[in-house]
């Protein structure tokens, strides 16, 4: 019966959204014995120990990921960006073209339930960056230069991604909310939803809005990323289309 259900979703592949779900490997699962109980009922069957996805409804659960997403973007909301695993590497290109921060390296206890203390780090971060390229630091000893240089260096390492972090988001993107679970109960602890895209072994309730599918794959993790642009990027026009005919209007009405 399992055997059949999976044939079947493969028949799938004469429809291009879910063909790409297919080449990208987006329904590869974990193994049957990682399988967290509550993800089975989006679990086709095994085939060779490894959980089959059921794409359907990785489609329904990212149709409604985004448009949450979507409606919170129109309304000028922002997005913090978490995915710390190498296959997720685009994520901080994605981010940064869109203007919102991203965790890319690990995620700093306290970033959202002590998020005053973390945002004076940023900014002290930001300061030492800002006096570094317009030589500000040339008035301190070479030694003191160089303490302040590696001192630059380290923050580097755990606030890059995060420049354009301005305290609080509204929406948690994440890619793997198993690997990230701090950063899910900070979230809960700070009431702000989370998207995230989970594979077989995590638990789906506990996050709002997850998108089932391979989340260890570049492949399949890029698939779900390209998604997630679309919305920013039409979002983005569209705000900007509304910001110019407001102006247009404003301009016209005070000739």
Do not use: C
């Amino acid at each position: 019966m399992a055997e059949d259900n999976i044939q079947k979703q493969e028949e799938l592949l004469a429809d291009e959204n879910y063909r790409e779900m297919i080449e990208a490997g987006v329904f590869y699962g974990r193994k049957k014995s990682k399988t967290h109980p509550r993800m089975k009922v989006n679990v086709l069957g095994n085939r060779n120990g490894i959980e089959i996805i059921n794409l359907l409804k990785t489609r329904e659960s990212l149709d409604n990921a985004l448009a949450f997403l979507k409606s919170k973007l129109m309304d000028g909301k922002t997005v913090l960006f978490v995915a710390t695993q190498p296959p997720a590497a685009d994520v901080k290109e994605l981010a940064a073209e869109f203007g919102y921060p991203a965790v890319i390296s690990r995620w700093l206890g306290g970033t959202l339930t002590n998020n005053k203390v973390i945002m004076g780090r940023i900014e002290y971060y930001r300061k030492l960056k800002s006096d570094f390229e317009k030589g500000a630091l040339d008035k301190y000893t070479k030694k003191e230069r160089l303490g302040i240089e590696r001192e630059i260096e380290r923050m580097s390492e755990i606030f890059s991604g995060l420049d354009t972090f301005q305290g609080l988001p509204d929406i948690i993107l994440t890619i793997d909310s198993k690997l990230h679970q701090i950063a899910v109960r900070e979230s809960k602890h700070v009431k702000v939803p989370v998207i995230a895209f989970v594979n077989t072994d995590a638990d789906p309730d506990e996050v709002e809005y997850p998108v089932y599918g391979n989340n260890k794959a570049k492949t399949s993790i890029n698939w779900f990323l390209g998604k997630v642009r679309e919305v920013l990027a039409e979002t983005k026009a569209a705000r900007a289309q509304a910001a110019a005919e407001k102006k247009a209007a404003a301009e016209q009405a005070a000739k």
